[in-house]
């Protein structure tokens, strides 16, 4: 069996990496010419390579996994912002089988937040080498829908905002590609104006006689179904200043005829 020297200061051990941890202590601890404090060095030393070496093999084992996962196909639809996503039991699907071969695994838990109505999702990411990372999102508690009425209750929300996070997380780990727009339901990211908003800018667009397609290119956006609802004040602000510009080139001629 091979050995190495393991050199401390001017002392020398020799050190066979073959055998067990323990029967390496038992060695070095019955020999009266190694002391206490040079064991202890000894054990630190062979923490800090451990350690070397459960880093190089997750990251290697990453390297690995994420050439392995394909694209998701986002097939889920979220009926309040009109956009598809990949739901979390399609990218467990795609990337469970591959990041555990190569020997992840991903424990989830609840943490503590600073952000009102917000939930912390946590996650360890360990390898089977012994190193573990960690990483965390707060993720916003919906209960209401984009029209402001409610579409599920606080227990829901909280479950609901917990596995999107999961699937966050779960995809920035590993870099999976999802080929989505975001379903932004817990995230909020993506939201469109309401039907009763959609009626009301389609009469605002009959009663200015305002060109449609002019519209849409002024906001942005390829329908009024589309239209952000962060740009629904810019389109009301737009109307109001095209209907008093009108109201005052009607009163104009009835100026001049006092």
Not at 179 to 204: C, F, R, V
Not at 235 to 245: I, L, S
Request: glycine share 6%.
């Amino acid at each position: 069996m091979t050995e190495e020297i393991v050199k401390y200061g001017d002392d020398k051990i020799q050190y066979n990496r073959e055998k067990t941890f323990l029967s390496t202590i038992e060695r070095l601890a019955s020999n009266p010419d190694v002391d206490v404090a040079k064991i202890k060095q000894f054990m630190e030393m062979e923490e800090h390579v451990l350690d070397r070496n459960a880093a190089q093999a997750f990251n290697a084992a990453m390297t690995k996994a994420q050439n392995k996962i394909e694209l998701v196909i986002a097939k889920s639809k979220n009926e309040q912002t009109h956009s598809t996503y990949a739901d979390l039991k399609a990218v467990l699907l795609s990337a469970k089988p591959v990041y555990t071969a190569e020997g992840f695994s991903l424990m989830f838990y609840e943490g503590d937040t600073t952000k009102e109505n917000h939930k912390r999702v946590c996650v360890d990411i360990m390898h089977e080498m012994g190193h573990t990372k960690q990483r965390y999102g707060d993720f916003a508690i919906q209960t209401t829908g984009i029209a402001g009425k409610s579409m599920m209750t606080q227990i829901h929300g909280e479950g609901s905002a917990f596995s999107y996070g999961r699937r966050y997380l779960t995809c920035m780990i590993f870099n999976i590609p999802t080929g989505d727009d975001d379903d932004g339901n817990a995230a909020g990211e993506i939201q469109y104006i309401t039907d009763a908003m959609q009626k009301e800018i389609n009469d605002l667009i009959k009663s200015t006689k305002a060109d449609k397609a002019k519209v849409l290119k002024y906001l942005k956006s390829e329908s009024v179904e589309k239209i952000l609802l962060s740009d629904y004040g810019k389109a009301k602000v737009a109307f109001e200043a095209k209907a008093k510009t009108e109201k005052k080139t009607e009163r104009e001629p009835g100026d001049d005829d006092k």
